[in-house]
């Protein structure tokens, strides 16, 4: 499956989130990331998320598409992270 995360959490947890999200996903900017997931690896990224937030004050967003054909993305203004990756 294809999907988008985002996430608001406090300014403490932000780079615990932000290298477990790497770990699963494409960076895209901020706190938003893409990309193909199995089921499993998205209940494995889901489960750790659950422990690095405070489910009172932060929040984890995930948009779900079976593949990211099925996605038009615009990108207006500078692309933060291109998904170009060199070998």
């Known amino acids: 499956m294809y999907i988008i995360l985002v996430y608001d959490v ?3 947890r932000v780079g615990k989130m932000l290298k477990l999200c790497r770990r699963y996903v494409n960076w895209i900017q901020n706190s938003v990331f ?3 997931i199995t089921q499993v ?3 494995e990224l ?3 998320a659950g422990k690095i937030m405070d489910k009172e004050e932060d929040s984890m967003i995930i948009f779900k598409s079976r593949e990211e054909k099925w996605l038009k993305k615009e990108i207006i203004g500078q692309e ?3 998904l170009d990756t060199f070998l």
């Open 10 to 12: 406090n300014e403490k």
């Open 34 to 36: 893409e990309g193909e």
């Open 41 to 43: 690896k998205l209940k």
């Open 46 to 48: 889901k489960s750790a």
């Open 80 to 82: 933060k992270a291109g």
